[in-house]
C-alpha cells in the first residue's frame, strides 16, 4: 500500500503512476508543491491511502492504473487492467471519475466454451466527506461509502482492486458469445426446445381430450 506524493502541473511523476495537483493556498504548495516523503503509488498498486486527499479541499489526483493479470481476485481478466483514476476533493464530497479496460474470460451462454471478451467501464463514484471534531480525533475527516455491501473505502483505504473488479463486471456482457456470435450448440438447443413443447403436460391432456371426445360419438 502506498500514499500519494503531491506534484506540481510541470512536474513529472516519473515512473510512479500517479500526478497530484495541491491547491494554491495548501501547505503543500507553499513547500513548492512536492512531498516526496509520502511515495508515490505504482500503477499496479491496488490499495491507495487517500488520507491526505480527504483532508484537503481542492486536492486533485490524476493516478495511471496498469495492474498485471491475475492481480485482481475473482475477475478472470488475461490482460493488463488499465487505464487512469481521477480524485478529487470538493470539500463536501470526494469525486472519483476515469475509465479502464481489460479483456475478461468468461463462458459462452450457447456451447459453454471460454470466451474472451473486451471490456470497457466509465468510473463514477462519489464519497462524503465528514469533518469529526472529537476529543480522540481533533480535525479528522472521515470518508463515508454508503454501498455497504460492496464498500470499496475503509477509513482512509481506497480499495482500488474492488472498486475496478466490480465495475469491469458490471460492464460485462451478461449473455457473451463466441466470436462471430457462435453457431457452436445452436441445434442442440433447438431440440432441446422442441422436446420441452412436445412433452408438456397440458399436451397429454389434450391428448386424453380428445380420445374421451372419440369415445362419446361412438
Known amino acids: 500500500m502506498s500514499r500519494f506524493a503531491y506534484h506540481t502541473d510541470d512536474d513529472d511523476p516519473g515512473e510512479g503512476g500517479v500526478v497530484s495537483v495541491a491547491p494554491a493556498n495548501s501547505k503543500v504548495a507553499a513547500r513548492g508543491g512536492v512531498n516526496r516523503q509520502a511515495g508515490v503509488p505504482g500503477p499496479d498498486e491496488l490499495l491507495l491511502d487517500i488520507g491526505m486527499l480527504a483532508r484537503t479541499p481542492g ?3 490524476k493516478h495511471r492504473v ?3 493479470v491475475g ?3 475473482e475477475l478472470g481478466a488475461v490482460t493488463e487492467v488499465v487505464g487512469n483514476v481521477v480524485l478529487t476533493n470538493t470539500g463536501a464530497a470526494l469525486l472519483l471519475s476515469g475509465q479502464v479496460r481489460s479483456t475478461l474470460e468468461m463462458e459462452c451462454t450457447r456451447c459453454l466454451q ?9 468510473l463514477e463514484e462519489s464519497f ?9 480525533a481533533q480535525g479528522e475527516v ?3 461509502d454508503e454501498n455497504v455491501e460492496a464498500a470499496v473505502v475503509e477509513g482512509t483505504i481506497l480499495n482500488l482492486g474492488d472498486l475496478l473488479r466490480q465495475n469491469l463486471l458490471l460492464a460485462a456482457p451478461l449473455q457473451p ?3 462471430g456470435g457462435c453457431s457452436n450448440g445452436v441445434s442442440v438447443l433447438e431440440d432441446e426446445l422442441d422436446t420441452v413443447v412436445t412433452s408438456t ?17 361412438e
Open 59 to 61: 486536492m486533485r489526483y
Open 66 to 68: 496498469g495492474i498485471p
Open 71 to 73: 492481480a485482481i481476485a
Open 114 to 122: 471460454p470466451t474472451r471478451q473486451d471490456v470497457v467501464t466509465d
Open 128 to 136: 462524503d466527506l465528514i469533518a469529526e471534531n472529537t476529543a480522540y
Open 142 to 144: 472521515k470518508i463515508v
Open 177 to 179: 458469445l463466441c466470436a
Open 201 to 217: 403436460p397440458l399436451a397429454g391432456l389434450g391428448e386424453l381430450w380428445a380420445k374421451r371426445q372419440h369415445a362419446t360419438e
